[in-house]
């Protein structure tokens, strides 16, 4: 059993969080705001407000985890915050793990979001992967799919804990 860690557990999150939790899994999910945390503790796991938007939130919710989820591929807002959750927050995040339990990332590569910035994000996990040895999945399943998109990230999980 493994700790795993989804940063943006609306919806699919919310899907994912039930997979795992069904492999026996401790899960942690995060949202932006206290109205979401009953709809992730429906699930089984634990909730938390954290924001990636401000990553001193995220931080303190690394603590025994083992595997990160990032599931921005279809985050709202104003386009520069969206940019800044592929681009400079990814990558500070990235930076911050090698001095955390963390063992792997899985990176939501698909989405509404437009894909030069899903491309950017998917370079800046490779790109950790090499400078730091940690190890990385990239999912670009479209998450429209949901079946699909929930078996994808799964087995992301499933290969990173296996590593």
């Known amino acids: 059993m493994a700790r795993v860690l989804i940063v943006g557990c609306g919806c699919r999150g919310r899907g994912l969080a039930a997979a795992l939790l069904a492999e026996g899994h401790a899960v942690r999910g995060t949202t932006r705001r206290s109205e979401g945390l009953s709809r992730i503790e429906a699930t089984g796991a634990r909730a938390a407000v954290a924001d990636p938007d401000r990553l001193a939130t995220i931080l303190p919710q690394l603590e025994g985890v083992s595997a990160l989820c990032w599931l921005m591929g279809s985050a709202v807002g104003e386009p ?84």
């Open 80 to 163: 520069e915050a969206v940019a800044a959750l592929h681009g400079p927050r990814l990558e500070t995040l990235l930076e911050r793990l090698v001095d955390t339990p963390v063992r792997g990332v899985v990176y939501e590569a698909a989405g509404r979001v437009h894909d030069d910035l899903l491309d950017r994000g998917a370079a800046l996990v490779n790109a950790a992967s090499e400078t730091w040895r940690i190890p990385v999945e990239s999912v670009d399943e479209d998450p429209a799919h949901h079946e699909a998109w929930l078996a994808a990230m799964t087995k992301a999980v499933d290969r990173l804990l296996a590593g």
